[in-house]
């Protein structure tokens, strides 16, 4: 598709549950970006991949966070005994090349809240 | 990795150009500026890039500094719905650089009717 699909929307998972969100990438783009931004304006991020292969994973709490991006699926990002201050929007992005000037896609987000 | 400073906030009029500053004084000369924005609720939307030339689209105009430390996004008519945080990032051009799109705190651009 010509745009980044995320879903669910909206997740509300309650505290010590596992929460999996999805991103189907633009069809043809080799990179995905994971972000999370729990303030406002504040983004933290989390993984990247290339293709199947995690690119990236600096920002991942590697506790309980997971995600994978498996050939003709979507890519997901897991959280395990999700926690209070897990409760944020989760972005994914994706971008045909790695480099400087292509730019990358962002999906709607899928805002996560635990309770 | 380079970073880049902006404003907090800015405000403008309704259909009055609106100039976005961003310094990024550290950049290197493979590094692409880039300016996305986020309208309440959604995604980051990608704007515009450049690299050393002044560029334009049919969203806004970027003006790059001769010593490309500084930049300036242009919103030529400011409408309510350019309402948005406007973040200025810096991607590298070389595979192995500091390509993963890096967001600071942007500036949140009020438009007054």
């Known amino acids: 598709g010509e745009e980044v699909a995320q879903t669910p929307k909206h997740l509300v998972r309650g505290e010590g549950q596992k929460a999996k969100l999805y991103c189907a990438p633009i069809?043809?783009?080799?990179?995905v970006f994971w972000y999370q931004q729990v303030l406002k304006n504040e983004f933290k991020f989390l993984i990247s991949?290339?293709?199947?292969?995690?690119?990236?994973e600096t920002g991942m709490p590697k506790e309980r966070f997971s995600a994978k991006c498996l050939p003709n699926s979507p890519c997901s990002l897991e959280i395990q005994a999700t926690k209070l201050e897990d409760s944020a929007v989760y972005f994914c992005?994706?971008?045909?090349?790695?480099?400087?000037?292509?730019?990358?896609?962002f999906g709607q987000g899928t805002r996560l809240t635990v309770v | 990795d380079a970073k880049t400073t902006q404003p907090n906030s800015m405000e403008s009029n309704e259909e009055e150009p609106v100039h976005l500053p961003c310094n990024h004084s550290?950049?290197?000369?493979?590094?692409?500026i880039h300016w996305y924005r986020q309208l309440p609720s959604q995604g980051p939307e990608y704007v515009i890039h450049?690299?050393?030339s002044n560029v334009n689209n049919r969203m806004a105009s970027l003006a790059i500094a001769e010593d490309r430390k500084s930049s300036t996004l242009i919103l030529h008519r400011a409408t309510l719905r350019d309402a948005a945080v406007y973040y200025c990032?810096?991607?590298?051009?070389?595979?192995?650089?500091?390509?993963?799109?890096?967001f600071g705190r942007g500036t949140s651009l009020i438009v007054h009717p």
């Open positions: 550290t950049i290197s000369g493979t590094d692409y």
């Open positions: 990032i810096l991607r590298d051009e070389v595979t192995g650089g500091s390509y993963i799109p890096t």
């Open positions: 069809k043809g783009h080799s990179y």
């Open positions: 991949f290339q293709n199947e292969n995690v690119f990236d």
């Open positions: 450049g690299l050393t």
């Open positions: 992005a994706s971008s045909g090349l790695r480099r400087g000037n292509t730019e990358a896609f």
